[in-house]
């Protein structure tokens, strides 16, 4: 009897596992789904989500693969990927579920603590490389970033780099808080990170998008009043062929209670 | 019926050896094909292109001139031997600077149109480089396409620039890959094996059965830890340790890598070394006793001449571990692919680079394919490794 109830759990789970939504890409974004996948099969008892990270990039290649329902990407989709997704013969569906303001961080020990998007290019180009060069001390400026997989590298490359290469010299960190942490402990270092990464072993610094007449410090107040410039969308991406079975999910994080999780995160709300 | 019974034993031993000998060869013939289609192939990504208006005259330029000039580096076409004007930089998703929404409807799906409007826009501008899809171009275009240098086992091989994902042109200079990987596994295994045989050797012999009894489970144990859990302690203790010594401007050097690589082989080293020493037959060991040798001079002498063969594997295995391990090389090297020049900078490692990049490289793509040769490398530089070592311990048996 007892074997017959184990082998019928068993089949029920397998069953179950097979059916559960998979949400894979952004580590920005991986929080924030984990959370709202949560509090949604809370709701929906009998629904499974299963969410995983590994980068933006990654999202987008498993959504084309067909290896997961649901693409989260903290950047939008390149054209070269929607040609992809045209190729194999469907369509992806958009929908921006959060926004987030991306900190520039650096050691709470360093003078600078503004810098305009010319000198952001140059520090990570390679062609500033002393903290004096933007006045700070002198030491040398030490670059954190993250790997070529995260939507955080493409933005940045993207808003802040003006679509120029990162400097070779530049620190590849597998994971956002492995920044933070690098950045906490190095005098001459610099980052980039979600706004809900930002500690208080960390400083983040004030950054001017008009040459220099304003510095707006990051905050969910500056970038919900769009002062502070480096603000991105967060993405969801799925099949129109999967649009009714993933719409329950999607339809949650754009209601209010959905909502109301985005900025309980630290992630900025649509509103 | 004993008989048929010893031949089913065999055969099913003979048939299990040949599975894994075949599934061991499958791999290595899949990980050499995957890696061998990168060769020949142009650095553009698949179905794109670069090009330029139809009347500029420069119709060839290689991978690194391209990039600089999409870095900006370069600026001007008399750089690359073209007329005295700037360089226009234009990207397929600057079309929409040129148009509007409306203008643009549907290019998403219709190719051949947004193929036409990128045309319009090349010969709007003579002085524009363009890098866009070949599909879909136009019948009488008034672009011309770029001739780029198609990648090569020398450029590949030399090359000092990782920029796998950059566009228009990839770039995939494996040599800082290189020598990261054979700067931190070697300087990893100098640190090892010193430890490690120091403590095989008091474990065998010197130790007394108490001490060996608590110490042998507590170091089987660690190498049972997840090697995440080195490189969170590597990132959190080694690194800024060594920034504090050394007074480095960054702390997460290829030396760090060495440490946390040492500490991870140090567990296979010891067990194999020390089984290998305490397996010196008795008789051997009190008959070197028996003529006066000092234990000191039947430890060395005696015991590890006889235990080599035993000591050369546990060298294997710990080169094996340092070269292929991942995830905590991966957090505290600092992964900057430049090429070394102390032990002291930022290093990335072969492994570190397929873990990183693997996940988001579209399958049979120009990035995926230079991760397999990176893997047929990191295959070549184990196979040499062992087969040397091996080479090396047969002599010396002959020798004796």
């Not at chain 1, 961080?105 to 000198?119: A, C, D, G, M, Y």
């Not at chain 2, 370069?74 to 360089?87: A, E, F, M, R």
Request: with cysteine; charged share 20%; proline share 4%.
């Amino acid at each position: 009897m007892k074997r017959i109830f184990i082998a019928i759990a068993l089949v029920v789970s397998v069953m179950n596992s097979g059916m559960a939504q998979k949400i894979k890409g952004s580590d920005t974004v991986l929080p924030l789904a984990q959370k709202e996948a949560e509090v949604f099969m809370k709701h929906n008892a009998g629904k499974k989500v299963t969410v995983t990270g590994g980068g933006s990039g990654v999202g987008i290649a498993a959504l084309i693969d067909k290896t997961t329902e649901i693409g989260m990407s903290s950047r939008p989709m390149k054209l070269s990927e929607k040609m992809k997704v045209n190729e194999s013969g469907g369509s992806s569906i958009e929908t921006i579920i959060a926004k987030d303001a991306l900190a520039v961080i650096v050691n709470p020990s360093n003078k600078v603590s503004q810098l305009t998007r010319e000198q952001l290019e140059g520090i990570y180009t390679s062609k500033i490389t002393n903290w004096k060069e933007v006045g700070g001390d002198d030491m040398p400026i030490v670059l954190y970033g993250r790997e070529s997989s995260s939507g955080t590298y493409d933005f940045f490359k993207e808003h802040v780099l003006a679509n120029k290469n990162y400097s070779s010299k530049m620190l590849n960190m597998p994971a956002t808080g492995a920044i933070v942490q690098s950045v906490s402990q190095t005098k001459g270092a610099i980052g980039y990170v979600g706004l809900a990464y930002i500690e208080t072993t960390v400083k983040a610094v004030k950054v001017s998008y008009n040459k220099g007449k304003t510095f707006v410090e990051p905050s969910v107040v500056t970038a919900k009043n769009k002062t502070y410039p480096i603000v991105r969308p967060l993405f969801f991406y799925y099949l129109t062929s999967s649009s009714k079975a993933v719409k329950p999910l999607v339809d949650f994080i754009l209601s209010p209670e959905g909502q109301k999780i985005v900025s309980d995160e630290g992630y900025i709300d649509l509103k | 019926m004993k008989k048929v019974f010893e031949r089913i034993v065999e055969g099913t031993l003979f048939l299990s050896s040949t599975v894994t000998t075949i599934t061991v060869l499958l791999i290595i013939i899949f990980l050499f094909r995957e890696g061998a289609g990168l060769f020949g192939k142009s650095p553009t990504e698949e179905g794109f292109t670069v090009a330029v208006n139809k009347n500029n005259p420069v119709s060839e330029l290689n991978a690194e001139q391209i990039k600089n000039i999409f870095d900006a580096n370069i600026d001007n076409w008399k750089q690359v031997g073209g007329k005295n004007d700037s360089i226009l930089v234009f990207r397929m998703d600057d079309i929409f600077k040129f148009y509007t929404e409306q203008e643009l409807a549907g290019v998403d799906t219709n190719m051949s149109l947004l193929a036409s409007k990128i045309d319009e826009v090349i010969q709007k501008n003579p002085n524009i480089i363009a890098f866009i899809s070949s599909k879909n171009l136009p019948a009488n275009p008034s672009s011309k396409i770029i001739t780029i240098a198609k990648i090569n086992l020398t450029d590949f091989f030399s090359g000092e620039e990782w920029f796998p994902t950059s566009q228009p042109v990839a770039e995939f200079g494996i040599y800082p890959l290189i020598m990261g990987t054979l700067w931190v596994s070697f300087l990893a295994i100098l640190i090892a094996l010193p430890f490690g045989l120091a403590m095989a050797i008091y474990m065998a012999e010197i130790a007394n059965p108490k001490v060996r009894n608590v110490l042998k489970p507590l170091i089987e144990l660690l190498s049972g830890i997840p090697s995440v859990v080195y490189g969170f302690f590597g990132l959190i203790v080694i690194v800024p340790l060594l920034q504090k010594t050394f007074d480095l401007p960054v702390g997460e050097t290829g030396l760090a890598g060495s440490i946390v690589l040492a500490i991870m082989a140090l567990p296979t080293i010891i067990t194999v070394a020390e089984d290998s020493i305490r397996n010196t037959p008795v008789s051997v060991k009190e008959a070197s006793l028996a003529l006066g040798a000092s234990h000191w001079q039947t430890i060395w002498r005696i015991m590890i001449p006889y235990a080599s063969s035993g000591i050369t594997a546990a060298v294997i295995l710990g080169i094996g571990r340092a070269i292929g391990e991942t995830m905590a090389v991966l957090m505290v090297t600092g992964n900057a692919a430049v090429i070394p020049h102390t032990i002291l900078q930022p290093m990335r490692t072969i492994p570190a680079t397929i873990a990183a990049e693997l996940g988001e490289s579209a399958k049979g793509g120009m990035h995926y394919q230079a991760l397999f040769v990176l893997g047929c490398i990191l295959f070549v530089i184990t196979l040499v490794v062992n087969l040397t070592v091996e080479m090396i311990s047969k002599k010396k048996k002959s020798n004796r």
